[in-house]
């Protein structure tokens, strides 16, 4: 079945950039998306990207598609305190497949 | 307007007990699911519906149904609580068949934290 992948931590210095991988192996979700939950709470939508794009950037956000190795970035500038919760990759329409979500942490 | 409202927010349950989670949106959303989510394994899909009286299992469906008597209300009943349901629940919505960039986003509730004993 379809699967998605990411790596379970990632720790950065306030000030530097972040970039959270996932890998997907479902290659006809029109759709990927990027959601954070910060402790104690539900997810909120961060971000998405169509499947036909390659690139989308939206403030300190940058998402980079590589639709041939199946492979979805985010990357977050400028990385601040508030920035630290769980990143889930994720894709479909109104079910959803969801990564493992990767926990980032920002050292002061 | 509320959003997806989850109740209860903790629960401890003895093992073999049951027990409803309840989830109710204001948004008149066709779209509903619940989603449990554990340590390392993100969220898993437990039950869908895409409108009042349609329901359907998702990924980790056993021990747990559904059913979707309203648009607004998509509860999810624990039949007999074993450990393993030891888990963080989400329910989400969001209108069917519509592009996020158009307003479909998915919307989360703020989660069940459920133990089992």
């Known amino acids: 079945g379809e699967d998605v992948e990411q790596s379970l931590f990632l720790s950065v210095r306030e000030g530097d950039s972040s970039v959270i991988n996932c890998t997907y192996t479902d290659s006809s979700s029109t759709y990927l998306y990027w959601y954070k939950q910060e402790p104690g709470a539900g997810l909120q939508l961060l971000t998405y990207i169509f499947s036909n794009m390659d690139m989308k950037q939206d403030q300190r956000l940058t998402v980079l598609l590589n639709k041939k190795d199946k492979h979805l970035s985010l990357r977050i500038a400028d990385t601040q305190t508030g920035d630290s919760a769980i990143y889930f990759c994720?894709?479909?329409?109104?079910?959803?497949?969801f990564g493992t979500g990767t926990r980032l942490k920002v050292l002061a | 307007n509320a959003g997806v409202t989850q109740t209860p927010k903790f629960q401890v349950l003895k093992t073999g007990q049951s027990m409803t989670l309840q989830c109710a949106q204001d948004?008149?959303?066709?779209?509903m699911s619940w989603y449990r989510q554990d340590p390392g394994m993100g969220l898993r899909l437990i039950h869908y519906s895409v409108g009042a009286g349609i329901t359907d299992q998702g990924e980790v469906p056993n021990g747990y149904n559904v059913s979707r008597s309203t648009t607004e209300d998509f509860p999810l009943r624990l039949l007999s609580a074993a450990p393993s349901q030891t888990s963080v629940y989400f329910c989400a919505s969001s209108y069917g068949g519509v592009p996020i960039h158009l307003g479909g986003e998915a919307f989360f509730g703020q989660g069940t934290r459920l133990t089992v004993v």
């Open positions: 994720a894709q479909g329409t109104y079910k959803y497949i």
């Open positions: 948004m008149n959303h066709e779209y």
